[in-house]
């Protein structure tokens, strides 16, 4: 079975905060891709980062960074010094390259007070 | 990156009456496209996946009557909504594969139905 979870479903934390969103992924393929998107109240979804199973490096994005970790099936998703834009629903995705079906986990509504 | 572009917006019907949804790849050649769907403070439901050319793939569940698939080219895909009822009120995103082997989607600004 393939599944996304994301355990939180609304995270609240004061602007310059640190946060992080947690991902957890199930399959059974052994090459994949695990995508971060952003959706802020105007419905669009923005893309933040894509990783491909055999790329287990941490990436760094300015305030964003990634962990990658294959033995506990995590992708998550650290923001750091939050600001206030930063507020929005973001999204873990899991796809395979044959099929490009995106499974979504739930969602994490961040909101960042200012 | 690849850019597609759903139209309209954000459309408003009277119950029973049908919407039709337009997905636009617009610099570059989609040969599949793929439709969700997001209800209110949801998560995304692909809907079904739609190949140019030929018939739309529908996931469990979606009706095939209500909401109908059509990939004419390689550039457009839409997504017909059938004799509406406010139950299909909904955040509906259409998405693109751009052919590398990439398993990365580029999905629409999304459009948002709301049936009165």
């Known amino acids: 079975a393939q599944k996304v979870t994301q355990a939180q479903t609304e995270i609240s934390v004061v602007e310059k905060e640190d946060v992080t969103l947690d991902c957890v992924y199930e399959t059974r393929d052994t090459t994949y891709y695990l995508f971060w998107y952003k959706q802020p109240p105007s419905g669009e979804l923005v893309f933040l980062i894509r990783?491909?199973?055999?790329?287990?490096q941490n990436e760094i994005s300015g305030r964003y960074s990634w962990n990658f970790q294959k033995s506990t099936s995590s992708f998550n998703f650290t923001i750091t010094a939050s600001q206030v834009v930063d507020s929005a629903v973001y999204f873990c995705?899991?796809?395979?390259?044959?099929?490009?079906?995106?499974?979504f986990g739930t969602g994490t509504r961040l909101k960042v007070l200012a | 990156g690849a850019v597609v572009s759903q139209h309209p917006s954000w459309v408003i019907c009277k119950s029973g009456t049908s919407v039709k949804i337009e997905c636009r790849s617009l610099?570059?050649?989609?040969?599949?496209m793929f439709w969700y769907r997001q209800f209110p403070k949801q998560s995304l439901m692909l809907m079904a996946t739609s190949n140019e050319g030929s018939k739309a793939t529908y996931e469990q569940g979606v009706e095939k009557d209500k909401f109908l698939i059509n990939h004419a080219s390689l550039t457009l895909s839409t997504l017909t909504v059938t004799s509406a009822h406010p139950e299909d009120s909904s955040f509906y995103i259409c998405?693109?594969?751009?052919?590398?082997?990439?398993?990365?989607?580029?999905f629409g600004e999304g459009s948002r139905l709301t049936v009165l």
């Open positions: 610099d570059f050649q989609a040969t599949t």
């Open positions: 995705a899991l796809s395979h390259p044959g099929t490009y079906k995106y499974i």
């Open positions: 990783r491909n199973s055999f790329d287990e």
């Open positions: 998405s693109a594969r751009v052919g590398l082997n990439t398993g990365e989607l580029f």
